[in-house]
């Protein structure tokens, strides 16, 4: 609600507040007043309840916009690290396979596997996902 027309209304509740004293006990005038007394006091509340509700609905919408940002640096963070750990694990195993490669090679020179430990590694030397 407008400021100006919040303190007017401000203003209004307590003119009638004030003008309650004036009146007769068990009047019609004063039972007339409490309750335009009322109706401002709940007209009041109503603004206020709405202004509130409004308030709320900014605030959380701001709050959606800053959660969906960092949710959604969360998730770049987290597709470059899986990224990463694909690469490394196609990379490792690659330079792993080919410094065992190159040992057991310099066993082929012969013509023949002296090495029991290559002969066994060799079948599994197939960069493959298990």
Same mark, same amino acid.
Request: no cysteine.
């Given at each position: 609600?407008?400021?100006?027309?919040?303190? !007017?209304?401000?203003?209004?509740?307590?003119?009638?507040?004030?003008?309650?004293?004036?009146?007769?006990?068990? +009047?019609?005038?004063?039972?007339?007043?409490?309750?335009?007394?009322?109706?401002?006091?709940?007209?009041r509340i109503e603004e206020t309840?709405?202004?509130?509700?409004?308030?709320?609905?900014?605030? +959380?919408?701001?709050?959606?916009?800053?959660?969906?940002?960092?949710?959604?640096?969360?998730?770049?963070?987290?597709?470059?690290?899986?990224?990463?750990?694909?690469?490394?694990?196609?990379?490792?195993?690659?330079?792993?396979?080919?410094?065992?490669?190159?040992?057991?090679?310099?066993?082929?020179?012969?013509?023949?596997?002296?090495?029991?430990?290559?002969?066994? !590694?060799?079948?599994?030397?197939?960069?493959?996902?298990?």
């Open positions: 609600m407008d400021e100006e027309i919040r303190k !007017l209304l401000e203003e209004e509740i307590k003119t009638e507040i004030r003008d309650l004293s004036t009146l007769e006990p068990g +009047s019609k005038e004063k039972s007339t007043a409490i309750e335009d007394l009322a109706k401002l006091y709940k007209l309840k709405n202004e509130w509700d409004f308030n709320e609905k900014y605030e +959380s919408h701001d709050s959606d916009i800053q959660f969906k940002k960092d949710q959604l640096e969360e998730q770049l963070k987290d597709r470059y690290f899986r990224f990463g750990v694909e690469a490394a694990g196609i990379i490792l195993p690659l330079i792993f396979y080919a410094i065992w490669m190159k040992r057991g090679f310099k066993f082929e020179e012969t013509g023949t596997y002296t090495s029991t430990t290559f002969r066994g !590694l060799f079948n599994r030397f197939k960069p493959t996902k298990k």
